[in-house]
Every structure is written in C-alpha cells, then in structure tokens.
C-alpha cells in the first residue's frame, strides 16, 4: 500500500492531538515495516515548513511538504472546491487519512479520518468560533463519506456512531500510546518544594478554575504545565502556584516523575493522553470523574468530580495517601498503551478493507 497521511497540524507546537498525529504516524511506519510506503505530507505555512521536519525527527519518512503562505485558508478552500485531487501533488495513493484541518479531495483509494473528540458537537462554547467551524465542516462534508473513521477511544467511537450517524462497523478505535521517556527511572525535576502537577492547554474545557481553588495538602504547591489557550485566563500568580508554561517533552518528563501527584479535573476528553503518561511515569493521579476519561483512567487513578474543589481536593489527599497501590495500578494500566498498537490497528483496517 502507498498511504498518504495529512500531518498538518504538527506545524504547531504539540499538545494532545499533535501527540498523536506524531505517536500514530510512527507507530504506522513501524507496522509497515518496509512493506507499504507511508507519506507525510502537508499544505503548510513558513513555520510548519520548519517545525514539521523537526517533529518527525527519527521516523524514517520523507514528508512531502507545500509551501504556501496563509496555509489555513489555501487548506479550508482545498477542502471545500475539492479540486484538485491530493493524487496531482502525491501520485497514486491507496491511502488518503486526513486530519481535523482539512479534508482534501482524492481520485480513488481508501478514505480514512481521525477524531478525537466531539467536543464542537457536544459543548459548542468550550471550543473557539474558528475551531467549532472547521471541525463541523469536515464532520458534515467528510466523515460521513470516508470508509473508515478512527476514533481514540470507545467513548470518542460512540459519539461518532451517534452523532455523525457513522455506521459502528466504519468506526475502529485506535487508541493512543504513550512514549519511552515517560517511565519511572530518569531524572526528576526539583521546584524547592513538594508539588502537585497539571497539564493542559489554559482554556475553559480544562477546568484549571476548579483545581485552583481546591484546597492542596500543607506544603504543597501546584504546578502548572501548559500555553495560554483562550477565553478568560486563569489568575496563577499567587502564592503556591507555580506556573510553567509550555515545555518539552524531556522536560514534561522529569515533571511527572518529581510530582506528589498529578491531577486532571477536565470536564470532557476524546482520550487523556496525559493521564497515562503521569501513570506511566510513576505518579498517582487524580482524574475527573467524566465518563469520557474512563478508558485512559481504568482503575488506577482516585476519581473526583471536576466542578467541585473540595471532591478534587479530598481526591488529591487520598492519592497521596495511597501513592503505593496507585502507582503500582498505574503502571500496569499504562503499560497497555503502545504507538506500535496504534499503528498496527490502523494498518489492519486499511488492509481488510482493500482486501475486500
């Protein structure tokens, strides 16, 4: 097979979806094995043209890049003429799986997306007006008419099922990785004092508001990891909070591993990727008790309900009071999600479908 895969949005510095483009990309490659081509490509911006390279680092790929300044629109207009083929850039593909930023048109072959979430469907005013409106398009115009949807979790799966109408069996969860620098072993970051860690882009969807105003155990602070995102920023200077930004992933690491705990009050996820890195790293986690973080939860984080502070606080205590059980549970947990799981289920649906 010759599979065409849209890596887009990695001209952008990753979060969750950037994650798994990356991990699924190389768990895919790795799949393949030499056997079937994979091709990155992606319409992108001067940026992109340096940061997609430099985020593909170590996959042995060529991707196929266009330069074209003000990307986003040459992509959404792409997706809406839907001229000319992807085929008059790539040649033949047997392949086409696209991202939540376009959906290009194509001569022939297999037509496969992701999605990670509904977010835009199910709570419109979590997302921003250009997201929510690049997002539904490709729902309406492309979903529907791929023959195969990926989704990241069993929960992501029966949203599309029941709100994108998509038949079950289009539908195959491929769920997300985690990769080798989150483990136990491995330099640990030092902040001067105990800390608890969280993780996310700043935006109303990830409820930063709520934890804040949890009450943390004596001596602790909260940490927190992630860019400014949008809407009303939370107010983190104040005493025992710790504001780190946006960091790499080494950094990210060494983060998960020196923290107290780890704490995701999110209100709705397609998945939680960071849930089980922080598992997989060794730390206890406390994670909102959103059915939408079961899967990446199993049984071995303390659940607490993300819109009160006290159950996130009392939640937090008894992670830490626990800290033996969870982690060893955790480990465990984690240890089931591998890229190259990822990428050897995507691989076996496109096969079984073109053998059909």
Not at 56 to 74: D, K, N, Q, S, T
Not at 100 to 112: A, I, T
Not at 140 to 151: E, G, S, W
Request: charged share 20%.
């Amino acid at each position: 097979m010759r599979i065409a895969f849209d890596v887009s949005p990695l001209s952008h510095p990753r979060t969750g979806i950037g994650n798994y483009i990356r991990g699924s990309l190389a768990g895919l490659v790795e799949a393949a094995a030499g056997a079937h081509e994979v091709v990155p490509f992606a319409p992108t911006s001067p940026q992109g043209l340096r940061q997609i390279p430099a985020t593909l680092a170590g996959i042995p790929v060529e991707p196929r890049l266009r330069l074209l300044p003000f990307a986003h629109y040459w992509r959404q207009a792409w997706s809406r003429v839907g001229w000319p083929p992807v085929e008059r850039f790539l040649g033949p593909v047997d392949v086409l799986h696209f991202s939540d930023w376009m959906y290009p048109p194509q001569r022939g072959g297999l037509r496969s997306t992701m999605v990670h979430d509904l977010v835009p469907l199910r709570s419109p005013e979590w997302v921003q007006g250009r997201t929510r409106r690049m997002h539904c398009a490709k729902y309406r115009n492309a979903a529907r008419t791929c023959d195969l949807v990926f989704a990241n979790s069993e929960f992501t799966k029966s949203d599309v099922v029941e709100l994108l109408r998509v038949p079950a069996e289009k539908v195959v969860v491929a769920y997300p990785g985690v990769a080798a620098r989150f483990r136990p072993e491995g330099e640990r970051a030092d902040l001067g004092r105990p800390y608890v860690l969280t993780v996310a882009t700043l935006e109303p969807r990830k409820n930063l508001e709520t934890l804040l105003a949890a009450p943390l155990p004596d001596g602790h602070a909260l940490a927190v990891v992630g860019a400014a995102g949008w809407g009303p920023q939370p107010r983190l200077d104040r005493p025992d909070v710790i504001r780190l930004g946006y960091v790499d992933d080494d950094e990210l690491a060494r983060l998960y591993r020196g923290a107290a705990a780890f704490v995701y009050p999110s209100r709705f996820e397609g998945f939680g990727i960071p849930v089980v890195e922080a598992m997989a790293s060794g730390v206890p986690v406390v994670a909102s008790s959103h059915p939408s973080l079961d899967e990446a939860s199993g049984d071995a984080a303390v659940r607490a309900d993300p819109d009160s502070a006290e159950a996130l606080g009392a939640a937090i205590a008894e992670a830490l009071a626990r800290r033996g059980e969870l982690v060893a549970r955790g480990r465990t947990h984690a240890s089931r999600f591998e890229w190259s799981a990822t990428g050897r289920t995507m691989l076996d649906a496109f096969s079984s479908i073109l053998a059909v």
